[in-house]
């Protein structure tokens, strides 16, 4: 079990199911504690006592009182030594601090394993090869007393290239590579003919060697040696979509196109809040939290770098190349780039074109080299994720005279593409559409209820996995609305009934619909997803409102997104979330932002064809327009089906 340090009147919080022990300061809640050791607690509000996802059980010890983000805290029944009188009681964990050790149990829907981090688009064809980096096998001549040229100049000749930069950090390894022999010692490494081994350079540095003295492989990126290794050895690239939500990290063989495995997490980042502006408030409040919200999602990248290559048996020394995509506020904290006026109106962004960094300048440890390419943004918080989302749907949009192109996450993204013209806006939906802000909201994971109808008037429930139910994720938040309104438990209001046997009142006094034992959708949740279908459908409207055209000119409706890969298009008409459009209009293509990335990875020309869309596409401030707010409100009700319902 992992202990941590602690001065003597530290308290230590103990999780048996992680097999965890850290320390809590003093004036810290559960919650802060928890997340400040990578302990991870759903807190989709960032602790500000607003959610009520971060709930936890204090099996033994005392706690206190705390007034988390400025809210009072509830009134807990507590003993006069601070120690719960029901230790069956689950309790906000933002809303406690520690007296003593104690004994946390943490709820099942913070543990349920992950399985559905990255929803990929279904296409997993071999990419067409045009990248920035190149890899070239050479044979370099070695030096002599009539030969005594740099290394890197014989490198250099021997690819044909004039006037040719290297990178210091790879200038290192080179004389290792080359020679075949220990860097700092000049040992020579004994292996059979043909072999490539791992000799050490210094300081747990490992540079794979070829036992060929003079034959190597070399990485080139714009006239500048970038990494060097034995012949033949795999060059691997990086494509990220850094979601609000959840990170997608995808291995692709720039050698020859093909995708080698995907792999994504939840953003580390949600441990600050669930929705953008927790994090820009956050940043904006403390330097040192705008330095851990960065440090947070390159350590997430960087997890996810190592283990995909640890899959197929390579090094996260072995990427020579990343391509980064995200929404603005992403693309700001990523960078270290200042977000406090992305957090107030006008939205400005610090830089809207395309970002070149070195990779170790992020604190990524990859080549030597490498690069890391972040997309060009559009404008506002339509970000460089929703650019590659269009690059990748081009094929689906490009024909039509009219195309809405709905990228659905925590912030949603919305392009109308009209006679070649590109109108983009962004709607603040925040998570709830993805589980956040739900009370008993999750993620994709084994046990969330997914799927929700009604059997002889009763409610039914399916869950990922097949398993008890632990929570709802996002296709069963959409889908429980669109049941409780077809089924005549919400009004056109958004009311749920008080008549049905599956609507009961839960501990803080507010209707609920009981999906299963323990799994509750309030009448709050009823609203946070009202608001949310409200803000993307209002956007939709404007959009065309502003081009002069009706809903129904819309000739092909693009859904993107991790979240749109397993909505119930149905279920969003009803809901009002989309337009009543007839069904062969909508296509629905995952992970788009993800296929997109992955193209710029392996092709300068995509990289180009992003900037492009970013430059060609105009954002539009929406809730500028006089009719923002009546729009909204027309769109929050449920009247369409309330209205097929009654006829």
């Known amino acids: 079990m992992e202990d941590t340090a602690r001065n003597d009147d530290t308290p230590r919080l103990e999780f048996p199911q992680l097999e965890r022990v850290v320390a809590s300061a003093r004036g810290e809640t559960l919650y802060q504690s928890a997340r400040r050791h990578g302990v991870r607690i759903v807190g989709a509000c960032g602790g500000r006592g607003t959610c009520g996802s971060c709930m936890v059980r204090v099996v033994e010890g005392a706690v206190e009182p705390h007034a988390a983000g400025g809210r009072p805290a509830p009134e807990l029944a507590l003993d006069d030594e601070g120690r719960p009188l029901n230790r069956a009681k689950w309790m906000r964990s933002c809303q406690v601090g520690a007296r003593s050790d104690c004994v946390v149990e943490i709820a099942p829907r913070s543990l349920a394993p992950v399985v559905r981090t990255e929803p990929g688009t279904g296409r997993h064809e071999r990419l067409a090869l045009d990248a920035a980096v190149r890899a070239h096998d050479v044979r370099v001549p070695l030096p002599s007393l009539a030969d005594d040229r740099a290394d890197a100049d014989r490198v250099a000749q021997a690819l044909g290239l004039e006037h040719a930069a290297i990178d210091p950090a790879a200038a290192c390894d080179l004389a290792a590579v080359l020679r075949g022999s220990d860097a700092r010692t000049g040992a020579r490494v004994g292996v059979e003919a043909g072999a490539a081994v791992s000799a050490e350079a210094g300081a747990g540095v490992s540079v794979e060697v070829s036992a060929e003295p003079g034959a190597l492989r070399v990485w080139v990126r714009d006239n500048e040696l970038i990494a060097f290794g034995p012949p033949r050895r795999r060059s691997l690239g990086l494509a990220v979509d850094l979601g609000t939500t959840n990170i997608a990290a995808f291995l692709i063989d720039l050698d020859s196109g093909e995708q080698l495995a995907h792999l994504g997490l939840e953003n580390p980042q949600t441990a600050w809040g669930a929705d953008l502006v927790s994090r820009i408030n956050h940043a904006t409040a403390d330097a040192g939290v705008a330095r851990a919200l960065r440090e947070a999602v390159v350590e997430g990248i960087g997890a996810l770098a190592h283990d995909l290559c640890a899959g197929v048996g390579q090094k996260a020394a072995d990427i020579v190349d990343v391509t980064v995509c995200g929404n603005t506020a992403m693309h700001h904290l990523l960078l270290g780039l200042p977000v406090r ?294 769109h929050i009700g449920f009247d369409r089906i309330t209205a097929t319902r009654e006829s």
């Open 341 to 634: 006026q992305l957090g107030r109106a006008p939205f400005v962004a610090v830089v809207r074109e395309a970002v070149d960094v070195r990779a170790r300048d992020l604190g990524l440890a990859i080549a030597p080299g490498a690069w890391v390419h972040v997309a060009p943004n559009i404008g506002g918080f339509v970000g460089g994720d929703h650019v590659t989302a269009l690059l990748a749907t081009e094929s689906e949009w490009r024909e039509a005279d009219c195309a809405l192109v709905v990228d659905v996450g925590t912030n949603t993204e919305i392009s109308l593409i009209h006679r070649g013209a590109i109108s983009s806006a962004s709607a603040p939906s925040g998570p709830a559409l993805e589980g956040g802000h739900v009370s008993c909201g999750m993620r994709a994971a084994e046990g969330a209820i997914e799927k929700v109808g009604l059997a002889d008037g009763r409610l039914v429930s399916h869950t990922i996995g097949d398993g008890e139910a632990v929570g709802l994720c996002g296709s069963g938040v959409l889908d429980t609305l669109a049941v409780l309104l077809r089924g005549g438990l919400v009004s056109a209001q958004g009311r749920l009934a008080s008549d049905h046997p599956d609507i009961v009142v839960d501990e803080q006094g507010r209707r609920a619909a009981q999906l299963a034992p323990g799994v509750l959708f309030t009448q709050d949740d009823v609203r946070a997803v009202q608001l949310a279908k409200a803000a993307i459908r209002t956007s939709t409207s404007l959009l065309l409102a502003e081009a002069g055209l009706a809903e129904d000119a819309v000739q092909r409706f693009v859904i993107a997104g991790s979240f749109g890969a397993y909505i119930d298009v149905a279920s969003g008409v009803d809901i009002g979330l989309f337009p009543p459009l007839a069904r062969e209009r909508f296509v629905q293509v995952g992970n788009a932002a993800g296929l997109g990335v992955r193209r710029m990875l392996a092709s300068r020309a995509d990289r180009e064809r992003a900037r492009e869309l970013a430059r060609r596409a105009h954002a539009t401030a929406l809730n500028a327009r006089p009719d923002f707010q009546k729009t909204f409100l027309k």
